[in-house]
């Protein structure tokens, strides 16, 4: 049974940095894409950062980019989402998902993401 367990959310001020983990146990984490996704209220989930299976392959939304930073530790089965410069529209329930073929680097489709975490919120106060 594949299972994700994020963490790392929590309350922060406008200009803070946050970093949330996502460990994964159930399936050979080190040949999976990972992705982080995020929904605010009323508004539609998004993909905002994926990596592929080696890290050779990153993707960020253009509200992300040069803000936030996904890395991965195969050895640990854990990804991360470093989250830097925070605004209040970055407040969110925070998802992390795994999924598509084994060593694959297709990581922008929201339609490859098979297995989800139960998420973690991230607060960010003006």
């Known amino acids: 049974q594949v299972q994700l367990v994020e963490s790392g959310g929590g309350l922060v001020q406008a200009g803070g940095s946050l970093r949330l983990s996502c460990a994964v146990s159930?399936?050979?984490?080190?040949?999976?894409?990972m992705g982080w996704f995020r929904q605010a209220p009323g508004k539609e989930r998004e993909l905002v950062a994926a990596?592929?299976?080696?890290?050779?392959?990153?993707y960020y939304a253009d509200s992300t980019k040069g803000r936030f930073t996904i890395s991965r530790d195969n050895a640990k089965n854990t990804v991360y989402l470093q989250m830097n410069s925070l605004k209040p529209e970055d407040t969110a329930v925070y998802y992390c998902?795994?999924?598509?073929?084994?060593?694959?680097?297709?990581?922008?489709?929201?339609?490859?993401?098979?297995?989800w975490g139960q998420g973690t919120l991230v607060t960010v106060s003006s």
């Open positions: 998902a795994t999924g598509g073929a084994r060593y694959s680097s297709s990581i922008r489709s929201p339609q490859i993401y098979d297995y």
């Open positions: 159930g399936r050979t984490f080190s040949t999976y894409t």
């Open positions: 990596i592929n299976w080696n890290g050779g392959n990153t």
